[in-house]
């Protein structure tokens, strides 16, 4: 089971990224219309990307994780005609430069780290590409060491928030979508400069429910083209819940407590994330 994983540049990755992809990722060219999803993981990705999808009224293709795949993924990409929006979970760093410099729209969605950790703890439990978890108790940990693909998700948020001033990116919250979908969708139009009518967002967010979503993805019968996490493309495992809060369900008092003071102590500078786990 340890060959499930492999360490890039010091975070965890699935060997379905494979160790070549992840080296020629520098030299991915990318096209100043490309948009990119970005994401830690569990955080709201495929709701995020059924969302945008239907603001289009041209032809646009939501592709795999930039990252997933072998080396293949580049040419693949690159052979596409129509508009690309292309999910990541990279952090910034590891972010293909030729993105930064021609300045694409980047859409950084998040979560509550508590939900995000209760959500990923699932997906480690249902995903035959992660390896075995035997309790919540040590999942906490490892999530809280950043011992998990994709690495600390402290890390992660520190790599993007330090962009926050870029205009090119967008930083979005799930517990906002949660809370009022239309106006986070407005935004989102505004930043892609999309023309998209009052009637046609109530519309879009109606069918983008958790319940629309879960039962569309079971109808369908997971298309494997349609994943947009790198580390599945099952949906089926995607729609779980779909709640904020459920950390108070897993967390005991004494984890919470070392949570927020883990919390505290990695995002003091953070302006962002201040209050932000407080709040749900
Ligand atoms: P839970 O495991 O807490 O249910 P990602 O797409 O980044 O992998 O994130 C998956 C999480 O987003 C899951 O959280 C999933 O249920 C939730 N999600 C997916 N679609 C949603 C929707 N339409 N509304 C609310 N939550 C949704």
Redesign the pocket.
């Known amino acids: 089971e340890a060959e499930l994983i492999h360490m890039f540049k010091g975070i965890p990755f699935t060997t379905r990224s494979s160790p070549e992809l992840l080296k020629s990722l520098d030299a991915f060219d990318a096209r100043e219309d490309d948009v990119l999803l970005v ?1 830690y ?7 995020l990307a ?1 969302v945008i999808t239907k603001l289009y009224d041209t032809q646009v293709t939501i592709t795999s994780p930039i990252e997933f795949g072998d080396i293949s993924k580049l040419e693949e990409l690159n052979n596409l005609s129509s508009k690309r929006i292309i999910p990541t979970h990279l952090d910034y760093n590891m972010l293909p430069p030729n993105f930064k410099n021609k300045k694409c729209k980047m859409i950084y969605i998040s979560r509550n780290p508590k ?1 995000t950790a ?2 990923m703890y ?2 480690y439990r249902d995903n035959p590409n992660l390896p075995t978890i035997d309790t919540w108790t040590a999942f906490f940990d490892l999530f809280l060491k950043g011992n998990v693909v994709c690495g600390s998700w402290f890390d992660h948020f520190l790599s993007w928030e330090e962009h926050e001033d870029d205009k090119n990116i967008l930083f979005l919250f ?1 517990e906002d979508m ?1 809370k009022d979908l239309p106006t986070v969708v407005k935004k989102i139009t505004l930043f892609l400069s999309l023309n998209v009518s009052e009637k046609d967002i109530q519309e879009i967010c109606q069918k ?3 319940s629309e ?1 879960k039962s569309d993805t079971e109808k369908e019968n997971s298309d494997p083209s349609h994943t ?2 790198a580390l599945t493309s099952n949906r089926n495992l ?6 904020v809060g ?1 950390w108070k369900n897993h967390f005991t008092p004494k984890q919470n407590r070392r949570f927020e003071e883990i919390f505290n102590e990695k995002m003091k500078l953070s302006k962002m994330a201040q209050g932000f786990i407080y709040e749900f």
Do not use: E, L, N
């Open positions: 994401s993981p569990k955080s709201g990705t495929h709701w059924g939900d209760v959500s699932h997906y799930y949660k983008s429910s958790f979503m947009v996490c995607i729609f779980r819940k779909g709640a459920d």
